[in-house]
């Protein structure tokens, strides 16, 4: 019996730089360069989508051919192993990133930093995202993940999220009901469907009073945070009943280096790259730190970082 041929993936880009504009693939390009651990091998192409059109193509292309396929936003809670992504990582474009208010209501683009929806709600004098204005990702991947911070998280304003199904067919709305949004979890982590926009229930506010609250908070996150080096933020999930960064600490681990990476001596719940850090490096602290927490109290850390690709 002769094996099904595997797709080339040559022909594969070809067919796709056939329907896209100018520079919107590239082929084996360093993971290192878009995700903000700032490590990870390449990836056989990545494609930027520039609007809803290219990007149902492209996924109608890749799922045609069976082509593994992740969509990246901002890169900020991901980690590419060393041997890099065998397959296409797709980069949402500039009209992911379009803002728009509506009475008190915000709708932005999935590829749209939180903190610059933060600020242009505080703009236009709407208060409630202002939690979310220091955390280092997207709106697509704020809800993706239900972010959250300082006690409030992105289910308690996001009112409904326009997605598209994986393989380009169709778009659709999902209310915020429908989006089984949980701890650091949403209906698109099984569905695997992009999200394409969020539209967020806000409230009237004074705008300085508004930034008064960004400022406090931000300036609590960079005394307390180590902002200056690259991480993917909180590296694990909160363990019930604890906190992550205690635990790691109290295990005598905050400081501790594998190679480049390093538990923050800011704050034991970041792992930091320090400059030379490979992924292999990380994850071996990260396997070192679960290990140590689970022998002293018991409790397995969960990374909160999606960790994919080759070793």
Do not use: C, W
């Amino acid at each position: 019996m002769r094996a099904e041929k595997q797709p080339d993936m040559k022909s594969l880009l070809i067919e796709i730089n056939e329907f896209s504009p100018t520079g919107s693939v590239e082929p084996q390009v360093p993971m290192s360069l878009h995700t903000s651990f700032r490590t990870g091998g390449r990836a056989e192409a990545l494609v930027t989508a520039e609007n809803e059109s290219h990007l149902a193509q492209t996924l109608a292309v890749l799922h045609r051919e069976q082509i593994p396929h992740l969509v990246l936003g901002s890169g900020s809670n991901v980690l590419i192993k060393d041997g890099g992504y065998r397959g296409v990582v797709i980069k949402l474009g500039s009209r992911f990133q379009e803002i728009e208010t509506e009475g008190t209501q915000l709708t932005a683009g999935s590829a749209t930093k939180i903190s610059a929806a933060a600020k242009a709600a505080m703009e236009e004098g709407l208060s409630g995202l202002e939690f979310a204005s220091g955390i280092p990702g997207s709106i697509g991947g704020g809800i993706f993940m239900n972010a959250g911070a300082y006690g409030s998280e992105v289910k308690e304003i996001l009112v409904s999220a326009t997605a598209m199904a994986k393989d380009g067919s169709r778009t659709y709305q999902l209310s915020g009901s429908d989006l089984e949004l949980g701890y650091r979890r949403s209906a698109f982590q099984k569905s695997g469907d992009i999200i394409l926009r969020g539209s967020f229930q806000l409230q009237p506010a004074d705008k300085a009073d508004i930034f008064a609250r960004m400022k406090e908070l931000l300036d609590r996150r960079n005394a307390k945070q180590p902002v200056q080096l690259p991480s993917a933020g909180s590296f694990f999930k909160r363990p019930e009943g604890y906190y992550a960064g205690k635990l790691i600490e109290d295990a005598g681990l905050k400081g501790l280096s594998v190679g480049g990476a390093q538990v923050s001596p800011l704050h034991a719940g970041f792992i930091v790259n320090n400059g030379e850090a490979t992924t292999a490096d990380i994850l071996q602290l990260m396997r070192l730190i679960q290990n140590t927490v689970y022998d002293q109290f018991g409790v397995h850390l969960e990374p909160e970082v999606r960790i994919l690709g080759e070793d």
